[in-house]
């Protein structure tokens, strides 16, 4: 996958780690705020909102990549790490309460 995303962007190895690095870091500072507002809001309607906004920025990220746009590719990948793990405490809930 690194190679075609390379020579597709003409990025550097340091770019293309940004694409990860920028996924991650939201996703690490959201866990605690996504659980306080599963506990205040409810499973479902945060459930729904969190893939809402993780579907868009998987649009997002698509569209960049259609239109070779670096800068664009980032914000999706910063939108959809907003809500990334938040979906896994969700998941983890709704197993918690099934079994």
């Given amino acids: 996958m690194q190679t075609p995303l390379l020579e597709y962007f003409s990025i550097e190895n340091l770019q293309f780690n940004m694409i990860f690095t920028l996924y991650n870091i939201p996703a690490i500072f959201t866990l605690i705020l996504g659980g306080?507002?599963?506990?205040?809001?409810?499973?479902?309607?945060?459930?729904?909102?969190f893939l809402t906004i993780g579907i868009?920025?998987?649009?997002?990220?698509?569209?960049?990549?259609?239109?070779?746009?670096?800068?664009?590719?980032?914000?999706?990948?910063?939108?959809?790490g907003l809500t990334s793990e938040c979906v896994y405490i969700g998941?983890?809930?709704y197993v918690s309460r099934w079994f």
């Fill in 36 to 49: 306080m507002l599963i506990d205040r809001f409810g499973i479902r309607v945060m459930q729904v909102i």
């Fill in 56 to 80: 868009s920025g998987k649009v997002v990220s698509s569209i960049a990549i259609a239109n070779k746009s670096f800068g664009m590719l980032l914000g999706g990948r910063v939108i959809a």
């Fill in 91 to 93: 998941n983890a809930y």
